[in-house]
């Protein structure tokens, strides 16, 4: 199973980026996720929760994104998106892809959370300049 995320990229303040991650290999060995989320990572700080899309379609955000952000799949090639608008400087880290292919639980998870993912993406720099 891969995830493999698209490059980032360097935008103005106000601007728009929108991140993709493309997953293969999973349905075979793990069928659909429950959850897949983006995280961000900022210098010295732990990586956080930033959006999560549920397998009925459901959505749920960080509250400093809530209004911004949009995250979105596209089944027919499996690809994860995160479209970033109104980019704030304090939106520069490394982002990155997730999902929890193949997780088994008996409980309702926070697809927010770092734990209950299991697969990654390599990353993407997003940087926001004034």
């Known amino acids: 199973v891969k995830m493999v995320q698209s490059e980032g990229g360097s935008v103005q303040a106000g601007g728009s980026l929108r991140l993709s991650c493309v997953s293969t290999?999973?349905?075979?060995?793990?069928?659909?996720?429950?959850?897949m989320s983006w995280f961000r990572e900022f210098p010295g700080k732990q990586r956080e929760g930033v959006a999560t899309i549920l397998i009925g379609g459901g959505t749920d955000y960080t509250d400093s994104v809530k209004g911004r952000f949009t995250i979105s799949r596209a089944s027919a090639n499996d690809t994860l998106y995160l479209q970033m608008n109104s980019l704030r400087r304090e939106g520069t880290a490394m982002y990155y892809c997730?999902?929890?292919?193949?997780?088994?639980?008996?409980?309702?998870?926070?697809?927010?959370?770092?734990?209950?993912?299991?697969?990654w993406g390599q990353g993407a720099q997003v940087t926001v300049s004034s």
């Open positions: 997730a999902a929890d292919f193949g997780r088994r639980r008996a409980y309702v998870p926070n697809c927010l959370r770092r734990s209950e993912m299991n697969y």
């Open positions: 290999g999973y349905k075979i060995i793990h069928g659909d996720p429950y959850c």
